[in-house]
């Protein structure tokens, strides 16, 4: 998810970890040192979490822009409001978006694809799901196991958002077709279209399964 300097690692490690930072990010870092230091244990505690529910394989694969990947943002982003606090949470969530669009122009990875617009609106509207969670939540004692099953069914009911696909990971535009690679991969407006997170919006690899969400008005 992210890259922080921490305070023990030596001025090489500084070096390489700074520079996988977008500048929006470095930004961040630099006024917040310690709150970076805390944020990168709950980034490397929330992919723990996310391992263990693949392995379950109760919300699909780990495919961008899916149910698992709006989890993802959500739980992500409770988690951090609850130890660094609100705004810094929606902050470095807010930083770490306009930091795609640097690595888009660069032609930088994230999750195995290029970043994009619709990437990064889902992940914005994902990320206000979870802080909407937290302020909801944040005077009750919950288990970790309970901030889980809350988020997940936020996901399954359609609060949040996933980018439109099958099964197996194709994207789909808001008619219902495929989406070739060469249209999506490395640009940054594309015909991907934003779908609420329910599980009827994860279409069968059948094309003539897939829904016109035009015609049904129901595009986010």
């Known amino acids: 998810m992210f890259f922080f300097i921490l305070p023990h690692q030596t001025h090489a490690q500084v070096s390489k970890s700074f520079k996988k930072l ?87 990875l994230e999750d195995r694809t290029t970043p994009d617009k619709v990437s990064c609106e889902m992940d914005l509207y994902n990320n206000s799901v ?18 889980i099953a809350i988020v997940k069914e936020a996901v399954v009911i359609g609060k949040m958002r996933m980018i439109y696909q099958t099964t197996s990971g194709v994207y789909l535009d808001a008619l219902g077709y495929k989406i070739p690679k060469e249209k999506y991969f490395g640009v940054w407006e594309n015909p991907k279209c934003l779908v609420p997170s329910s599980s009827q919006f994860l279409m069968t690899d059948n094309q003539s399964k897939s829904l016109n969400l035009l015609q049904n008005k129901i595009i986010r």
């Open 22 to 108: 977008s500048s929006y990010e470095k930004c961040w870092v630099y006024f917040h040192p310690f709150k970076a230091k805390r944020a990168y244990k709950i980034s490397k505690e929330v992919n723990k979490t996310i391992d263990s529910i693949l392995k379950v394989g109760d919300m699909e694969n780990h495919h961008a822009g899916n149910q698992l990947d709006a989890f993802k943002h959500a739980f992500w982003m409770w988690s951090l409001a609850e130890r660094i606090g609100y705004k810094s949470a929606k902050s470095l969530g807010e930083k770490h978006e306009k930091g795609n669009y640097e690595f888009h122009l660069q032609y930088k």
């Open 130 to 147: 979870g802080l909407e969670l937290y302020q909801k939540y944040k005077h009750k004692k919950l288990s970790k196991q309970q901030h």
